[in-house]
């Protein structure tokens, strides 16, 4: 491994700043051991998790109606690299840019950070843009590249952490920032040979100030390192490259600012925002069911971007269709803020065969799942309502 800092990745990295630079030096004198080290540090077994090398989906099969939250050891895993091991006594996240009076910035440990501000908790499903790939290729016959997750690519989460818009103020944002641009302390990432520096996305200014939080906790326990420790960002109901893990820098900016994964990627005619609406069932794919008997099936709904409404079920192919039974306490706890929603169907008798189970959710701003998902190059937001085969028998 080289030990300097080419121009090439010099060039690529304009907006890290000098500490950057230093870290990415560092980088580059990691051990041969521990640059040889798995993606993903936690256990993904085969019963709870599908495997697509340094990403990780959650199987809907495993997920256990009675739990709201997705536990951590549970959570799908989307790394462009691999999980880094970082320190927390010596982990600083540094703020600067002209956004802020003061552009040089200032620095903030864990410590300060939880001594400073308020410590607040926000539940929000987080979800990666890809989420329901596969079914581009299965349902639609229009494969896109990339991870081929099926629909376990997303979990409900409560957060503790502080809000990003009380340490911006402390840091002295400006009236006219726009924007934000989150760097991740990961590897960089190098795509077919070119190198684009640390994993990085900007967002506006305007969504830092309402919802997004600098969170160290997911359900009451530090976060896992691969899920961020110790400290990522968070933007509730937003696609998940929008929740930077591993949170180094924030550079707070008076203009645009941009990195390819707002324009290369996870970009349909401009940077993607708010996740759709999407249902899941809790079985396995082509699960196999008791003939003449009634069976309590049950899956989740969830939006980007409000509550989910209503679910309506079919389970003839999409021919007739019902009112599935919400979960009151999801639907309505403020609790469970931008949570998920779970539901219940009773199947009554199935006759023996194949068949095809459907869930269309709607949330509280009118979205519904389409039948068909609109095609893009990238297969993001597959939203469209996905046959389910089940086997009677
Ligand atoms: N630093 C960094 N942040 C990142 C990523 C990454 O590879 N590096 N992946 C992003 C993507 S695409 C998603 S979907 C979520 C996944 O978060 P999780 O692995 O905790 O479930 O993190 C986002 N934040
Ligand atoms: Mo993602």
């Given at each position: 491994m080289s030990l300097s800092v080419d121009r090439r990745s010099l060039l690529a990295l304009p907006a890290v700043g000098a500490a950057g630079l230093a870290a990415a030096r560092l980088g580059a004198l990691v051990p041969p051991a521990q640059a040889a080290s798995p993606a993903i540090l936690k256990p993904t077994p085969p019963a709870t998790f599908i495997d697509f090398g340094t990403n990780a989906e959650m199987r809907f099969s495993a997920v256990d109606p009675r739990r709201y939250l997705t536990p951590q050891p549970r959570l799908f895993v989307r790394n462009h690299t691999r999980t880094p091991q970082i320190d927390p006594a010596t982990y600083r996240l540094r703020l600067h840019g002209d956004g802020l009076r003061r552009p040089e910035g200032v620095s903030l440990g864990l410590d300060e950070?939880?001594?400073?501000?308020?410590?607040?908790?926000?539940?929000?499903v987080h979800e990666c843009t890809g989420n329901g790939r596969s079914f581009f290729a299965t349902q639609q016959g229009t494969p896109a590249p990339g991870t081929q997750w099926t629909l376990g690519a997303v979990g409900t989460v409560r957060w503790q952490g502080v809000r990003l818009r009380d340490v911006l103020r402390w840091a002295g944002v400006r009236p006219d920032a726009v924007s934000i641009q989150a760097v991740g302390l990961d590897d960089d990432y190098i795509d077919k040979g070119e190198n684009l520096g640390r994993v990085r996305r900007a967002f506006p200014v305007a969504k830092a100030l309402d919802d997004a939080l600098l969170a160290w906790g997911a359900n009451g326990r530090p976060l896992l390192p691969d899920h961020g420790f110790p400290l990522r960002l968070v933007l509730p109901g937003w696609v998940g490259i929008a929740s930077i893990k591993w949170l180094g820098e924030l550079e707070v900016a008076r203009r645009e600012l941009t990195s390819p994964w707002n324009t290369r990627w996870y970009n349909i005619g401009g940077p993607?925002?708010?996740?759709?609406?999407?249902?899941?069932w809790e079985l396995p794919w082509e699960a196999a069911l008791p003939a003449g008997r009634s069976v309590v099936l049950t899956g989740r709904s969830w939006s980007g971007a409000a509550?989910?409404?209503?679910?309506e079920i079919s389970t003839d192919g999409g021919t007739t269709w019902r009112a599935?039974?919400?979960?009151?306490?999801?639907?309505?706890?403020?609790?469970?803020g931008n949570g998920w929603t779970r539901w219940s169907h009773v199947w009554r008798s199935p006759r023996a065969?194949?068949?095809?189970?459907?869930?269309?959710?709607?949330d509280r701003l009118g979205r519904t799942q389409p039948d068909v998902a609109a095609a893009n190059p990238n297969g993001y937001f597959f939203d469209a309502v996905v046959r389910h085969p089940v086997v009677v028998g």
């Open positions: 950070l939880r001594r400073r501000f308020r410590v607040v908790e926000l539940t929000s993607l925002t708010v996740n759709p609406v999407r249902s899941a509550p989910i409404a209503r679910v599935a039974r919400l979960r009151r306490d999801d639907a309505r706890s403020a609790d469970h065969g194949r068949h095809e189970l459907l869930a269309r959710a709607t």
